[in-house]
């Protein structure tokens, strides 16, 4: 397995995005190590299972960039993380309508998200739109969220479940 870095260089003024049809945007598999740097990178308007514009089955960075608008049917409008694994965000923004019945960021069973800089992750929802999640904690999902040097402009909503044992059997 290898190392793969996304690095948009180009003017502030260009766009750069990714769009899928029914896959996450950006997948990384099992062992992977991703890194996307740069404030012209956006996910906007994908649709997966899980994960609708990031699936991070590995150990994923963020530095900057924004997704938007992205859709999951299962869980993580945005970005979805798979079990034990990492994701860290460093500014950039998760907001302005990614959905899923577990809102725009979710996570398997004992995920860590790491957030810093002026990250924000907001204006998120669950899949009908009625209610806010932006960083979805299962009840029994023994996810970790840490912060590290948050900048004046860091907006982070979490969503914490009821409290009611969830059925993992499906």
Do not use: C, H, W
């Amino acid at each position: 397995y290898g190392r793969l870095m996304l690095e948009v260089v180009t003017p502030e003024s260009s766009i750069f995005a990714f769009s899928a049809a029914s896959f996450s945007a950006l997948f990384a598999a099992e062992n992977a190590t991703v890194s996307i740097s740069g404030s012209t990178v956006s996910f906007d308007g994908n649709q997966a299972k899980r994960g609708g514009a990031v699936y991070d089955g590995g150990v994923m960075s963020v530095t900057n960039g924004s997704m938007t608008a992205n859709v999951a049917t299962e869980a993580g409008g945005a970005v979805y993380v798979a079990d034990n694994l990492r994701f860290s965000m460093s500014g950039g923004s998760i907001k302005d309508g990614n959905k899923s019945p577990e809102g725009a960021v979710s996570t398997g069973d004992g995920a860590t998200l790491a957030f810093s800089g002026n990250s924000v992750v907001t204006g998120n929802a669950d899949s009908a739109g009625s209610v806010a999640m932006n960083v979805y904690l299962g009840y029994d999902s023994n996810s970790v969220i840490t912060t590290s040097g948050l900048g004046a402009s860091a907006n982070i909503g979490v969503y914490v479940a009821d409290g009611k044992p969830e059925d993992d059997s499906v």
